[in-house]
């Protein structure tokens, strides 16, 4: 796939001319399903964006790990713990178009309803019950784990490059006191990151 091969050519491009400022640093992937790539942060590009040459989508472009519309969907989903309405982070779930589009599964959608929203909406109302003044709290800040991964496509997973991220945190307050949200798992689709696994 061009787009893939553009991505590991940017990737190399930017760890042997530094040019990105980024910190991108390569190493040997382990685990995780095989995949393909380790970067520390992620390559040029825009959270929403997604386009590639010609004004193409690109299902598997690499967003941006630092970006006001990313901090911001976040912050949705702290408000959604906060007020145990999983409604409000629906922007930061994988979308099922894309889940249905690159899961190698015999019913993908209905894979999707149980493993990525129903997960997601269990998940949210357990935190809000276990999170001591969680209604009030305050976002702070968002960042994006620090090993990204390009996952290597196959049988029963994702048909596509995709990149993943694990462990990344919401960082907010409680009665002035500063608290810690890992996100268990983040997969990227046509230049936004999205929740997959939430705990």
Known sequence: MRAHGSHRL???GALLLGASGCGEKANAAGGDGGSAAVLSASIDGGDGGGRGDGGAIDDT???????????ARMRHLLEAVAQNNPDLANDVVFPRDAYTATKDLADPSKAWDKRVQGAFRRHVERLHKHMKGVEHAKFVSFELGHAVLQITPKKKNFKKPLWRVKHSTITFTIDGKTRHLEI????????SWYVTRLR
Do not use: D, F, H, K
């Not at 941006?64 to 519309?69: G, I, L, T």
């Open 184 to 191: 268990a798992e983040m997969t990227a689709w046509r230049g």
């Open 10 to 12: 940017l990737a190399l």
């Open 61 to 71: 472009a690499m967003p941006s790990a630092n970006s006001e519309q990313l901090a």
